[in-house]
């Protein structure tokens, strides 16, 4: 199978490079302190596989037994965003289960020059039937979910679809989104943050690609992870993140020149159209959820977010949170962490902590009746 070929020959890779000098490897990283080489061991023996779902074929990975936790990645990621937390779970009695979704990686299948294939119902439709194969059919094919970014929009839509499928959430930088019959989401963006701001510049087919190509995936990569102003974004037509291509290529403390080169390699093979889609939808989701106006999230919540996390500082986000908002849309919402000093990939930049958040919480939910 290609794709379990192409990491085990990235692991390799890593191992090889680990031989002199067992420091280069930085992730993942683990609390007891034990070596690089061990934990790209591990990395290894997490299982690869392909899943017939929804009419598309999805790459998985998977390790460890115990209660289901599916974990959903956002832009620009994929499954390897939950490195750390797949070895985690797995040496905590649980079966993490991380795919790469419909558009990303090695998942295929998904007709990308068409946006409207890349709705919450298509995502949601593509997560239930995961679920179903991964979990078994039955009345009992509740699993625990963990969410990130676009993951998490994903996320709290299958708990407003089918509830019925998820034990408990976990969702991390985006809070719930109560849907607005008045404004469509992109008019009401452009008219907060202008044309510049980067959901917009995302939306016309090929132009932001176009752009992207000039700078070169390693940098428009490095870019986003580097990201850490709690403030809009904005990618104004030729200068966007105001890098020059002949800057040189820095990386956030928290991911290794070897991380970059795996998401550089897989989105060089992809391309970044796929997940662009989600933004290209929003309007589309909009049309298409006017039936859940003002309906409630009715599964057991926790929520973080980093307070440099600029989903944290759209407008209205804070009050949102803090204020009643999100518990009166969220009523079964029984914790919210802000965490100091952390921006987007929280779950990346501070597994530890991530960790023990997501398994303090579920673990009230994993004794079976």
Same mark, same amino acid.
């Given at each position: ?107 295929? !299948? *998904? ?12 995502? #949601?439709?593509? /997560? @239930? +039937? =995961? ?19 676009? !993951? *998490? ?12 499928? #998820?034990?408990? /959430? @976990? +969702? =991390? ?39 992207? +190509? ?156």
């Amino acid at each position: 199978m290609e794709t379990c070929i192409g990491f085990k020959n990235w692991v390799l890779h890593i191992l090889k490079s680990l031989l002199p000098q067992t420091t280069h490897l930085t992730t993942p990283t683990t609390t007891n302190k034990e070596s690089q080489t061990e934990v790209v061991l591990k990395m290894e023996q997490i299982e690869h596989k392909m899943v017939a779902v929804n009419g598309i074929n999805m790459h998985v990975a998977e390790l460890g037994k115990g209660p289901t936790v599916l974990l959903i990645h956002g832009f620009p990621e994929l499954w390897y965003t939950w490195r750390h937390q797949i070895l985690y779970l797995a040496s905590h009695g649980y079966r993490a289960i991380a795919p790469d979704l419909r558009g990303y990686g090695d998942t295929t !299948g *998904a007709p990308i020059s068409d946006p409207a294939k890349f709705t919450t119902l298509h995502v #949601v439709g593509d /997560l @239930v +039937a =995961l679920i179903d194969a991964v979990a078994g059919p039955g009345e009992n094919n509740k699993v625990f979910v963990v969410a990130h970014d676009w !993951g *998490a929009v994903m996320a709290w839509a299958l708990c407003l679809y089918r509830p019925d499928k #998820v034990k408990a /959430l @976990v +969702a =991390l930088s985006v809070p719930f989104s109560p849907r607005n019959p008045k404004y469509k989401p992109l008019d009401a963006l452009q008219h907060l943050y202008g044309k510049d701001y980067y959901i917009t510049r995302f939306q016309e087919p090929g132009e932001i690609e176009g752009e992207f +190509a000039v700078w070169g995936t390693e940098r428009v990569l490095s870019n986003f992870f580097n990201f850490r102003k709690p403030e809009a974004l904005c990618l104004p037509k030729g200068i966007g993140f105001g890098t020059s291509p002949d800057d040189p290529i820095t990386l956030p403390s928290w991911i290794s020149k070897e991380d970059l080169a795996y998401y550089t390699s897989k989105f060089e093979k992809t391309g970044f159209t796929g997940g662009l889609n989600y933004y290209r939808a929003l309007n589309i989701n909009w049309e298409l959820t006017a039936p859940w106006t003002g309906a409630q999230i009715k599964v057991p919540v926790k929520f973080i977010v980093g307070d440099l996390d600029l989903t944290y500082h759209t407008m209205g986000a804070k009050d949102y949170i803090q204020k009643g908002g999100f518990k009166k849309d969220v009523p079964l919402l029984e914790d919210v962490v802000i965490l100091q000093g952390v921006a987007h990939f929280l779950h990346e930049e501070k597994p530890d902590e991530i960790n023990q958040h997501i398994h303090h919480f579920i673990q009230h939910f994993s004794v079976e009746p």
